[in-house]
């Protein structure tokens, strides 16, 4: 039978069905290759109902037709049923087995990326948010895949401190870090050396909406993001102590995920708070749709062991109390010559306003303006309390009689070891100023965090830091809190979503050591800029509160690249004659895959030429060895790698390996 007339009557019937074909008419062969294996309904009458495929795909077994899955699906995965240039070339060039079949069909290799139990790498680039999915989906021989978790090679060593930038002479234990590279592959890389030390760990992973100002592909589909982030999850888990703590800022478009994910790699019973953090006012939000307008996000705490887990005890400020509304206008005269207001009066007097027209003045800042008058004026704000006979001690009693028995009179009762009460009818004189608690560097009322905060995104967050990231950075008040929570001083901080660098400058501004990890390069927004400028002292987030002043180092380094120079230089050319270029000097110098023979794409070339630039690129970066992005720790004195006699001496001192 001619084969080319099965193919245009199969793909003649197989239009008719709009799950099996795009809304331009082109079939979608994974739909159809699904249908066949679920034995879809649809999909078994349309081929039944045509004589030519009834014939071919099906057997007759005593009068009944029975569908022949194996031999439709062999059939529409052959290469030249819905061929493409891209697709066409990649068979040409060793990708399929000697049988004709697809490589990823045989039980020689498996899947690594991005299904289950897989690794996934992620794309994280300008270039990569361009795209549907970006991540490395290819298949490895079963003895390579645990190369690509290998601890690596470390390069382009820097100091910085208030001189500026030095070279590193030695690595000190408690050295701070900033790590550029994969994060996956540079978590694995300080597993070697941090496994079980990490106190907090804190990431604000892309949230998976399609609009992360990082820049990050932030356009996964759930599957996919739920891989990119369990694998990185997992080592993470290794990284902390005992009784350490992960926070994990998130959304509502994937908490859900991320609490299910989470309870899987920690254990239910580690979840210890999910806090609602509120990042924006009704009257500032951008509303899309109808309905209730979203303005919180959520921070998600899970200890390594609640066994082991024990946080701080943190404060939050609170707004007025409005219980204390008296006034002592002249509270430094003798208790006895005391005269009374009420707070509001008081306030009006000194603005030299009638108390009616204290709103109208202030507006929709009339509570703040109103908890700001209080807390400056906390010695002489003040609240009656009636004392309860059954709770106070004789003498109190007493008190409480003579006070009572002298409506008009101030009693003052001497306490040992506590506040004196001072007595008026029967009531003690609580004080405001004895409400007051410093939270985040300020004295005003205050009570324990619950879970929610809704008072840690300042005014002026686009200035924190002297970075931009006007929509992508968070508050060094939140990152405060939580490392306030959940660390004390001299302990170890890691955030492998480093961007502007906030968990950073807060942990050196706290007094806590910090690691970073980011393969982003955010020019003058970098979190190395942020950091220098913690440095130099600037005084912008939490400074004031924790009285910063400067001082202090850290160290920055690079994960030695291999290949991963060669995706770099593949991504970013712009031209075919490039590529070219680069496909010559990856045959010289690169790591080419198992599954490549250079020689049948010289031997192919013309039609290699005529696949577009985009498909050029995807070809030549599968060419290359994923496990060797980077340069293997293990074959640092491999001469192919031109690693430096400097960066291997700093390197086996960061490991400790032959020092």
């Known amino acids: 039978m001619d084969n080319l007339h099965l193919y245009n009557e199969l793909y003649k019937v197989l239009r008719m069905e709009d799950h099996f074909c795009t809304d331009a008419g082109e079939l979608i062969k994974s739909n159809i290759e699904t249908a066949a294996l679920n034995l879809n309904p649809e999909l078994i009458r349309l081929l039944l109902n045509n004589e030519l495929l009834s014939r071919h795909f099906f057997a007759d077994v005593d009068g009944v037709k029975v569908f022949d899955k194996v031999k439709f699906q062999h059939f529409i995965m052959n290469k030249q049923f819905l061929p493409d ?16 079949r697809f490589i990823t069909d045989g039980r020689e290799v498996v899947l690594v990326w991005p299904f289950k139990d897989c690794m996934l790498e992620g794309g994280q680039t300008k270039e990569d948010a361009k795209r549907d999915e970006v991540f490395w989906n290819e298949t490895l021989a079963p003895d390579e895949i645990n190369r690509l978790t290998e601890p690596k090679a470390f390069t382009a060593f820097k100091r910085y401190d208030k001189d500026g930038e030095h070279d590193v002479d030695h690595l000190l234990p408690n050295d701070n870090l900033i790590i550029k ?24 992973p892309p949230y998976n909406t399609g609009n992360d100002s990082f820049g ?13 982030m369990k694998n990185r999850l997992k080592v993470a888990h290794e990284l902390l102590s005992s009784n350490g703590t992960i926070a994990i800022s998130i959304d509502n478009y994937e908490i859900a995920y991320t609490l299910v994910l989470l309870d899987s790699i920690f254990g239910k019973l580690n979840r210890k708070n999910i806090i609602t953090i509120k990042r924006a006012s009704a009257s500032g939000a951008k509303v899309i749709n109808p309905g209730v307008v979203n303005i919180v996000e959520y921070v998600v705490l899970y200890a390594k062991d609640s066994a082991n887990w024990k946080p701080n005890r943190v404060f939050q400020s609170k707004s007025y109390d409005d219980r204390y509304n008296g006034f002592i206008i002249n509270v430094e005269s003798p208790y006895k010559e005391w005269k009374f207001t009420t707070v509001l009066e008081a306030w009006a007097s000194e603005e030299g306003v009638k108390k009616s027209q204290l709103k109208k003045k202030y507006g929709d800042d009339y509570d703040n303006k109103l908890n700001d008058f209080v807390i400056s004026h906390a010695k002489q704000v003040i609240r009656l309390a009636a004392l309860d006979d059954k709770q106070i001690g004789a003498e109190a009693l007493k008190a409480k009689r003579e006070s009572l028995d002298n409506p008009n009179e101030i009693i003052h009762m001497p306490r040992e070891d506590t506040k004196d009460y001072y007595l008026v009818n029967g009531n003690a004189i609580l004080f405001a100023r004895d409400r007051m608690i410093n939270v985040d560097g300020y004295e005003t009322f205050g009570q324990p965090a619950t879970d929610i905060w809704d008072d840690v995104l300042p005014n002026d967050l686009h200035n924190e830091g002297g970075v931009d990231f006007k929509k992508g950075k968070k508050p060094e008040k939140l990152i405060s809190r939580i490392v306030e929570l959940c660390t004390n001083k001299s302990d170890i901080v890691l955030d492998f979503f480093l961007g502007s660098g906030t968990s950073a400058a807060v942990t050196h501004k706290m007094e806590r050591h910090f690691i970073g990890i980011d393969q982003m390069d955010y020019g003058k927004n970098d979190s190395r800029c942020r950091l220098i400028n913690v440095i130099k002292g600037e005084n912008r987030g939490i400074s004031k509160a924790v009285n910063w002043q400067g001082g202090g180092s850290f160290v920055y380094c690079e994960l030695s690249k291999a290949n991963e120079n060669f995706v770099e230089q593949i991504e970013a050319a712009t031209t075919k004659e490039a590529l070219a270029t680069i496909w010559q000097q990856m045959q010289q110098t690169g790591f080419l895959s198992y599954k490549i023979k250079a020689k049948d794409i010289d031997d192919n070339a013309e039609m290699f030429e005529a696949l577009s630039l985009d498909d050029q690129k995807r070809f030549l970066i599968e060419c290359l060895d994923k496990n060797l992005l980077y340069v293997p720790l293990s074959d640092i004195d491999n ?6 006699e400097e960066d291997k001496r700093l390197t086996r001192e960061f490991y400790k390996k032959g020092v």
Request: hydrophobic residues 30%; positive net charge.
């Open 181 to 204: 590279g994969n994060n996956l592959l540079a978590l694995y890389s300080l597993r070697e050396k941090y496994a079980g030390k990490v106190k907090l760990i804190y990431i604000d």
């Open 216 to 228: 990050y592909n932030d356009n996964f589909n759930h599957s996919t993001w739920l891989t990119f």
């Open 85 to 100: 240039s891209y697709t066409s070339f990649k068979n040409k060039i060793g990708l399929t087995t000697g049988d004709g």
């Open 639 to 644: 001469a192919d790698y031109n690693v430096s």
